[in-house]
């Protein structure tokens, strides 16, 4: 038999236990050690070297020598990258860690090398794995073809959502975007130009994404000229719709992307159900048009859970290393996308047990755990391999990446317990051949249906309360003050009441259409519980739901809209299950589906138009006028405001006070937001007018009642212009609701500093 001269070669596994490479992995590890006590001026005592100098030498000499005996060895590449890799692994590992525990003067340039290198040869010896490890007998995906209306509908769908986001996408000023514009995304890039690596951090979320996606606007506007007063406010417009618009056309391809994932997951129809669903959202529509991290969070955590369930369908590494891509991009967006990680670990796991469960064959589930463990690390070593690549100031400073998890203020309180349960498994996997999970896993498997029955159930008695609570005005518990106080009002309230407010944002932010699609797919899985792919999406989307409130009772936060953006369309997709059953069960002709789908696309479109640009102050109609959800709005209205202002006569020689600093941004006057203080009181003959909004009422009333409690003299009564009996030159609604106000009061209607309230 022949024999090539490739077969000869021995065998990575066996190369990587020869005494060549054991002895150079040696030398590289002592002259690290030597290299770290150098550098270390705790360590002088144990120096043996002048300098450094020779050690790198030495390094380059190993380096060449590694690099003849892989190239002599080994015939594939990817092998050679291998071998290389291993030998420098323990080296800068040592270097890598050694700041962690003294301070040392290694260069920027060297440990980021040496964090690289670590991620490398991670995601080498992935590559290794899938190539050797890779079968034939993996299920291949069943595709159908597109059908020329499904093409048309998609099309549509884009065109709509495309004219309603870039509809006045300049004309408006957010919450927070003032650090953004002005400052953050600037510097970001201008500390990338200057190769400033440490500063490249452009807040502590971190929100490297959001610099990223927005940058290019920088190429046509200079927020700095802006902020310098060098140009003239009428072309704020277009500076915010330049960095904006980059933001929006990266969320509109990978809605289309999530298109496509969905459709090979669990149909086209039910694809294109949840594409219309999902970008005729309002309160989604709303936050892709802020610059904020929030407003990229939700299609990364979207796109890596369709990820993950494309794994689950057939265990295709390339599946979980994609998830494990966005996931990363999550985490450089903010840090509580670590959350993303124990939920997707979660599910991989839990998903051997819902599915088919062998309980004869022992060897058969501990291979299969075994191999599940083993992609489930591939994935988190790939979101953090992407993290530290785009995140330079990573680079110089590895603690950066604990931030990013088991330091994240939001896991600060429970990453031990994570830390044990992580510990267990991969000790019960390795020394005890999985016994202990095995039996969990079997347990879980017996009692499927009934822990199935209980997740919907506690989330089907928590609609039924706030439903209850809602429709008899806030009878039970006050959730629009839980909501108003997200991080205060835990210590006033109770933790059911806590807990159930975070339903209230969620069941009246999305549309009736939507509502009544989960709803539905809920009840029908409570009733007869199957393990079908799109029945574990619809559990896994409620068990989230259900953890991420949980997780927000335990850090005393109560999740607002944008707190939790992510799980919108999760709940979204469940909605297009729910209604594509509803499709099935009717046997619908494709000419019903087609009419079906056109009225559903038709009326999100009248309801975006009816509310239109305020998006992200939607409402359902399902709530009662009295109430609205989003108590802690972004700032809509700011534009529309300040533009009623400037046309007045001598607009530039007016003086205003207003409660929302956009309306600055606008403004051709003078504009004023100081709450206290003499400047205020030098400041109020020359008021000519007051803005004030829903937004801010609650703020100064309660601020007012402290500075008089604490000095009955005190002059300012701020407190007063949200006296609903004060008469109103112009009145702006947002979201169409009474309760949703900004009001522009004459200066001559109401006094701040006199006895008199009013003029």
């Not at 590289?28 to 002048?50: G, P, S, W």
Request: aromatic content about 14%; glycine content about 4%.
């Amino acid at each position: 038999m022949h024999t090539s001269p490739d077969d000869k070669k021995p065998a990575l596994p066996h190369l990587m236990r020869t005494r060549t490479f054991v002895a150079t992995m040696l030398c590289a590890t002592i002259c690290a050690l030597l290299f770290i006590v150098q550098k270390t001026d705790a360590l002088d005592h144990m120096r043996l070297l002048a300098s450094a100098t020779p050690l790198y030498g030495i390094f380059l000499v190993l380096f060449g020598w590694a690099l003849w005996w892989a190239w002599r060895h080994s015939t594939k590449y990817i092998d050679r990258a291998l071998l290389i890799a291993g030998i420098f692994l323990p080296a800068s590992l040592l270097i890598t860690l050694a700041p962690f525990f003294a301070t040392t003067h290694i260069t920027a340039t060297i440990t980021a090398l040496t964090g690289f290198h670590i991620c490398i040869y991670g995601i080498l010896a992935i590559s290794y794995y899938i190539r050797t490890t890779q079968s034939n007998d993996w299920q291949k995906p069943v595709t159908t073809r597109i059908a020329l209306w499904q093409w048309a509908l998609l099309g549509a769908v884009m065109i709509i959502y495309s004219w309603f986001a870039f509809h006045h996408l300049g004309n408006a000023f957010y919450v927070d975007e003032k650090l953004w514009v002005y400052e953050r995304i600037e510097n970001y890039w201008d500390n990338l130009r200057e190769r400033d690596w440490l500063n490249t951090r452009p807040s502590d979320k971190p929100g490297i994404t959001t610099a990223l996606v927005t940058g290019p606007g920088l190429l046509f506007h200079d927020p700095s000229d802006f902020k310098k007063g060098k140009l003239h406010k009428e072309l704020l417009p277009d500076m915010f719709f330049a960095l904006r618009a980059p933001q929006v056309i990266a969320i509109l391809l990978m809605i289309i992307a999530a298109f496509f994932l969905t459709r090979h997951i669990i149909g086209t129809r039910t694809a294109l159900m949840y594409s219309i669903f999902l970008t005729l959202s309002p309160l989604l529509l709303g936050i892709s048009r802020i610059i904020n991290p929030d407003a990229l969070l939700w299609i990364f955590f979207i796109l890596g859970f369709l990820w993950i369930i494309r794994y689950l369908q057939h265990e295709r590494p390339s599946a979980i290393i994609t998830a494990g891509v966005f996931v990363g991009l999550a985490l450089l967006t903010k840090y509580i996308a670590n959350i993303f990680i124990l939920f997707f670990l979660l599910i991989l796991f839990i998903d051997l047990a819902l599915r088919d469960h062998d309980n004869t064959d022992a060897a058969l589930r501990t291979q299969r755990l075994r191999k599940r463990a083993i992609h489930a690390a591939a994935m988190v070593w790939i979101a953090l391999s992407v993290f530290y690549a785009l995140y330079p100031g990573a680079w110089v400073k590895h603690d950066r990446m604990l931030l990013a998890t088991i330091h994240s203020e939001a896991f600060l309180s429970t990453w031990k317990f994570f830390a044990i349960i992580v510990a267990f498994f991969v000790a019960d996997l390795c020394l005890w051949h999985a016994r202990i999970t095995r039996a969990l896993l079997t347990a879980v498997y017996r009692t499927r249906t009934w822990l199935a029955r209980g997740v919907y159930g506690v989330f089907g008695i928590a609609v039924i309360i706030v439903f209850f609570n809602v429709l008899t005005d806030m009878s039970l518990y006050n959730f629009t003050a839980i909501i108003e106080s997200p991080k205060s009002s835990y210590t006033s309230t109770s933790p059911i009441a806590f807990f159930l407010a975070s339903f209230y944002p969620l069941l009246f932010g999305v549309t009736p259409l939507v509502l009544i699609g989960a709803l539905i797919a809920y009840a029908r899985r409570a009733y007869r519980p199957q393990w079908h792919i799109t029945d574990r999406i619809v559990l896994y989307g409620a068990l989230f739901i259900l953890i991420y409130y949980t997780a927000s009772l335990m850090n005393h936060v109560a999740p607002i809209i944008r707190y939790q953006i992510i799980i919108y369309p999760l709940f979204i997709l469940t909605a297009a299950i729910g209604w594509n059953d509803i499709l099935r069960a009717r046997h619908l002709q494709r000419t019903a589906a087609i009419t079906i789908f056109i009225v559903f696309l038709c009326i999100g479109s009248l309801q975006l138009a009816t509310i239109a640009p305020f998006y992200f102050s939607y409402n359902s109609p399902l709530l009662p006028q009295q109430f609205i959800i989003n108590t802690k709005d972004m700032g809509d209205g700011n534009y529309e405001i300040a533009q009623w202002l400037n046309a007045r006569p001598a607009a530039a020689d007016m003086v205003v006070w207003t409660d929302k600093a956009g309306v600055c941004q606008f403004f051709i006057g003078t504009c004023i937001t100081m709450t206290r203080g003499d400047a205020l009181l030098t400041y109020a003959p020359r008021i000519d007018y007051y803005i004030v909004s829903q937004n801010r009422r609650g703020f100064f009333q309660r601020t007012a009642a402290a500075y008089r409690a604490a000095d009955p003299t005190y002059p300012i009564h701020l407190d007063r212009l949200y006296d609903p009996e004060l008469p109103t030159v112009y009145t702006l609604h947002p979201s169409g609701r009474q309760e949703n106000f900004m009001r522009i009061i004459d200066s001559n209607a109401v006094s701040i500093t006199s006895n008199n309230h009013i003029h």
